[in-house]
């Protein structure tokens, strides 16, 4: 096992924390987009035609969304989880492991949101940990499949707290052009103390069309991004 995935695991599972995502009386751009906009029956979730690439390793989003579907209709988080699974969630570069809402590991890599209990829990985050320059063939071409079809027939695409590395970039630039070619298609993101470089750097990617805001994720959310023209028809 490599030693440095090790020490990543191990301090990023060390923030999966499901206070800092609840006791908050904060407001955060999970919260929002749920409760503003995504807030719908379980049976209904995938009428929003969401997909979420998450270039960061933890599960926040997994879980967040998860525990508000449990709440809000009291169902069980496996059922809720279940209903969350119909948005399309990828991570190019693997997570902290298969977000297991119950904490009953289904496969030897499912881990819950929640930070190391031993060795083997870490063992298994890091297992789940694709660094660049070691991605297999397989899991590229997995990952390639998954975001032609999250991109697949995209009116809009959000940029949250990204930095626009040009590694990052490059995975997904070739479809969002694809898109654009088909459509227009509108780009709003975050460019929060984002340097000048940077920002050139994803406007070239994406577009002079593109709006980036020097704002956080959630007042990009608030402000900028037109989620009442998203919001799927009732």
């Known amino acids: 096992m490599d030693c440095g995935k090790i020490l990543?695991?191990?301090?990023?599972?060390?923030?999966?924390?499901?206070?800092?995502?609840?006791?908050?009386?904060?407001?955060?751009?999970?919260?929002?987009?749920?409760?503003?906009?995504?807030?719908?029956?379980?049976?209904?979730?995938?009428?929003?035609?969401?997909a979420f690439i998450i270039f960061n390793y933890d599960r926040c989003l997994e879980h967040y969304f998860t525990?508000?579907?449990s709440r809000s209709y009291n169902i069980h988080e496996n059922n809720a989880w279940a209903a969350v699974l119909q948005l399309s969630i990828v991570h190019p570069h693997g997570s902290l492991g298969v977000y297991d809402p119950a904490g009953r590991a289904a496969t030897k890599q499912s881990r819950p949101f929640?930070?190391?209990?031993?060795?083997?829990?870490?063992?298994?985050?890091?297992?789940?940990?694709?660094?660049?320059?070691?991605?297999?063939?397989?899991h590229a071409r997995s990952?390639?499949?998954?975001?032609?079809?999250?991109?697949?027939?995209?009116?809009?695409?959000?940029?949250?707290?990204?930095g626009y590395l040009k590694s990052n970039m490059e995975i997904i630039a070739h479809f969002i052009k694809e898109e654009?070619?088909?459509?227009?298609?509108?780009?709003?993101?975050t460019a929060y103390r984002l340097s000048r470089n940077d920002r050139s750097r994803a406007i070239r990617y994406l577009g002079r069309s593109a709006t980036l805001a020097d704002v956080t994720a959630l007042e990009l959310l608030r402000n900028t991004v037109p989620l009442d023209e998203l919001a799927p028809e009732a």
């Open 8 to 50: 990543l695991a191990t301090a990023l599972a060390q923030a999966e924390i499901h206070d800092r995502l609840y006791a908050t009386i904060e407001e955060h751009w999970l919260r929002y987009l749920w409760s503003s906009w995504i807030k719908a029956r379980p049976d209904q979730l995938a009428n929003h035609n969401l």
């Open 67 to 69: 525990q508000a579907v």
């Open 114 to 138: 929640a930070p190391p209990a031993n060795f083997f829990d870490v063992s298994m985050a890091a297992e789940s940990i694709k660094l660049f320059w070691e991605q297999e063939e397989d």
């Open 143 to 162: 990952v390639s499949f998954s975001l032609a079809r999250a991109f697949a027939g995209a009116e809009c695409v959000v940029f949250l707290g990204f």
């Open 180 to 189: 654009q070619a088909r459509r227009d298609l509108a780009i709003y993101g």
